[in-house]
């Protein structure tokens, strides 16, 4: 990739792509962001470039908006940003169009402007080269710092790198860099715990760590298809035919490549998922057939920490159980603790799994938390990124579209 150090953004225009989806909440008629992890995430690259001179064109998506959905406006962004960065962060009355770039053209050195929701544009999600040139005409160069949206090849993602001189922020570089090495050139030995709900969500990465990782360790809900393979009962556990088919295909080539997958040996199974709910540890791994499995046990926690502990290298997806329910929690946090000590490098990646380790007050203890949900997943699985290609050095020198540009003759990544 092209990186924020190799591209000319003195006194230019940016068009920087961030991800800045965060949930709102309403509070007497007003709306406000009720968690600012991803703007604060995006602060770094946005600081650098003020710092450079910048003149900053920011644009994001929020939700899933059906046409121009006012609930989904990105105003609540701008002020939350306003607050955190101690400017004043315009906002655009539109995405794109005659008044957005005039707007963006009396932009001064450092100041910023929020375009609209990105995703009030029906060509966003299509990739739609007319919106992409229309982006294009708003800036003069481009910075991709929204790894969470990666691996979609949307119009503000990948169709507009092709039209401008680009590069990727600060976090899409950090992000790119770190999950690429935990699966090229990892400390040894190499440890995946791996959690959450349907298997064959994640199967091609269970495959992926099964090739790669020293240890694999597998917990919460997904650990209950492969034990359903092996025979054992799930009683009202959610454990679809489809995951457990993937499971027995996986373990049947566990088995003759001599890999082993570290699954449960107890459980803690409740009647129902609820904190006032009568539960008890398993000590095996069967669910009684009126009951739930809700956490892995404590045997088991104990033993996934022990491996943890001697990691040269862990990444950790997936909580071990119902962390939300306090009786439920016991395993997420025996391993988030195992992680958060290990002398090693550890990566935490996936919404739940973050928020568990945020909640659990470890964050700080995490080499890395990832921002990515999806486009975590896809890279560690080893498939390629559209968004990530498109800032590539080769992409960026032979564009798909004419570019446009208002970047001078010679500028560092400048095309005709």
């Given at each position: ?278 539960w008890h540890d398993s000590e095996g791994p069967d669910v009684p057939g009126s009951w739930l499995a809700a956490d892995i046990g404590p045997r088991t926690a104990a033993r996934f920490a022990r491996v943890i502990a001697g990691a040269g290298t862990v990444f950790w997806n997936g909580p071990m159980g119902v962390f939300e329910c306090e009786p439920f929690a016991h395993a997420t946090r025996t391993v988030a603790e ?7 490098m550890s990566v935490v990646g996936g919404g739940e799994t973050v928020a568990a380790v945020r909640q659990l007050g470890l964050a700080a203890e995490i080499d890395h938390l990832s921002t990515g949900g999806g486009a975590t997943l896809k890279l560690l699985q080893g498939g390629l990124l559209p968004a990530v290609q498109a800032l590539s050095v080769d992409a960026s020198a032979a564009p798909r579209h004419a570019r ?13």
């Amino acid at each position: 990739m092209r990186t924020l150090d190799e591209l000319d953004v003195e006194n230019r225009r940016v068009l920087l792509r961030a991800d800045l989806n965060v949930p709102l909440q309403s509070d007497e008629g007003t709306v406000n962001v009720a968690d600012d992890t991803r703007i604060r995430a995006a602060l770094e690259t946005i600081e650098q470039l003020r710092a450079r001179h910048a003149r900053i064109v920011l644009l994001s998506h929020l939700g899933r908006p059906h046409g121009r959905d006012p609930a989904l406006s990105m105003r609540p962004v701008a002020e939350r940003l306003s607050e955190l960065l101690g400017c004043s962060v315009g906002l655009a009355p539109a995405v794109v169009g005659d008044e957005v770039k005039a707007l963006s053209e009396r932009l001064g050195d450092g100041e910023i402007l929020l375009l609209e929701n990105v995703r009030y544009e029906p060509g966003e999600t299509d990739n739609d080269p007319e919106l992409a040139r229309r982006l294009a005409e708003l800036a003069d160069v481009y910075v991709n710092d929204a790894f969470g949206t990666a691996h979609r090849a949307h119009a503000s993602t990948e169709g507009v790198a092709h039209l401008l001189p680009c590069a990727a922020g600060l976090l899409m570089e950090r992000e790119v860099l770190t999950l690429t090495a935990v699966t090229e050139n990892p400390a040894r030995p190499l440890v995946a715990v791996l959690g959450g709900a349907k298997v064959t969500d994640k199967i091609a990465l269970v495959e992926r760590f099964l090739d790669i990782a020293d240890s694999l360790l597998i917990g919460g809900a997904m650990s209950l298809p492969f034990l359903a393979a092996q025979g054992h009962a799930t009683g009202l556990s959610l454990c679809s035919p489809d995951d457990v088919q993937a499971a027995r295909r996986t373990l049947e080539r566990a088995s003759a490549a001599g890999r082993e997958l570290e699954l449960p040996e107890d459980l803690i199974v409740a009647p129902q998922l609820s904190a006032e709910a009568p539960w008890h540890d398993s000590e095996g791994p069967d669910v009684p057939g009126s009951w739930l499995a809700a956490d892995i046990g404590p045997r088991t926690a104990a033993r996934f920490a022990r491996v943890i502990a001697g990691a040269g290298t862990v990444f950790w997806n997936g909580p071990m159980g119902v962390f939300e329910c306090e009786p439920f929690a016991h395993a997420t946090r025996t391993v988030a603790e195992a992680v958060a000590q290990t002398s090693g490098m550890s990566v935490v990646g996936g919404g739940e799994t973050v928020a568990a380790v945020r909640q659990l007050g470890l964050a700080a203890e995490i080499d890395h938390l990832s921002t990515g949900g999806g486009a975590t997943l896809k890279l560690l699985q080893g498939g390629l990124l559209p968004a990530v290609q498109a800032l590539s050095v080769d992409a960026s020198a032979a564009p798909r579209h004419a570019r446009q540009t208002s970047a001078p003759a010679g500028a560092p990544g400048a095309s005709a």
